[in-house]
T-cell receptor
Framework: QKEVEQNSGPLSVPEGAIASLNCTYS??????FFWYRQYSGKSPELIMS????GDKEDGRFTAQLNKASQYVSLLIRDSQPSDSATYLC???????????FGQGTTLQVKP | NAGVTQTPKFQVLKTGQSMTLQCAQD?????MYWYRQDPGMGLRLIYY???????DKGEVPNGYNVSRLNKREFSLRLESAAPSQTSVYFC???????????FGQGTRLTVV
């Protein structure tokens, strides 16, 4: 079992819709959770971080964390074509400090 | 403020050649990482360094060695390059393990 798992997609949504991206992780002592966006040929850039159970909102983005279910998600409201990218879930191991990434989900927002 | 700087940006190697990828950060970060990215595979951790003077293996360390030269610099060495090491390599750093990682611009390596 991979430490961090995502559905690779592609996930296709129409412009203006809500995109829902999901991630599960295996290390129960994980402490920090991140969502990165990566455009083709570019470096990953952080869009959300979350450290405790519940929801965290930042503009059109909402991250949700459920440590009991070992699940973290990202909602993108009012999706725009410019949101089309690969979204990477990342988790920091509580014991080792390693930052582990999932395989990424490709999002396509169609005008 | 340059952030995380990787050199070179592009490299073509012949099978069996060696090379070192350089990474330096100017943010006074403690932790540094090397990842490789292959199509559909996300970012896979090769080695990381939690602090100056320490290094540890990640998911895919075979064929690589690292050196944490000082707090700023973390290099990745391929002793005998193989076509399977054709990939995009990213260096990243964090203030400490729990915080946001900043990435370099990547090195596109082709081994022929």
């Amino acid at each position: 079992q991979k430490e961090v798992e995502q559905n690779s997609g592609p996930l296709s949504v129409p412009e203006g819709a809500i995109a829902s991206l999901n991630c599960t992780y295996s290390d129960r002592v994980s402490q920090s959770f991140f969502w990165y966006r990566q455009y083709s040929g570019k470096s990953p850039e952080l869009i959300m971080s979350i450290y405790s159970n519940g929801d965290k909102e930042d503009g059109r983005f909402t991250a949700q964390l459920n440590k009991a279910s070992q699940y973290v998600s990202l909602l993108i409201r009012d999706s725009q074509p410019s949101d089309s990218a690969t979204y990477l879930c990342a988790v920091t191991s509580g014991n080792t400090g390693k930052l582990i990434f999932g395989q990424g989900t490709t999002l396509q927002v169609k005008p | 403020n340059a952030g995380v700087t990787q050199t070179p940006k592009f490299q073509v190697l012949k099978t069996g050649q060696s090379m070192t990828l350089q990474c330096a950060q100017d943010m006074n970060h403690n932790s540094m990482y090397w990842y490789r990215q292959d199509p559909g595979m996300g970012l896979r951790l090769i080695y990381y360094s939690a602090s100056e003077g320490t290094t540890d293996k990640g998911e895919v360390p075979n064929g690589y060695n690292v050196s944490r030269l000082n707090k700023r610099e973390f290099s990745l060495r391929l002793e005998s390059a193989a076509p399977s090491q054709t990939s995009v390599y990213f260096c990243a750093s964090t203030l400490q393990g729990r915080t946001e990682a900043f990435f370099g611009q990547g090195t596109r390596l082709t081994v022929v």
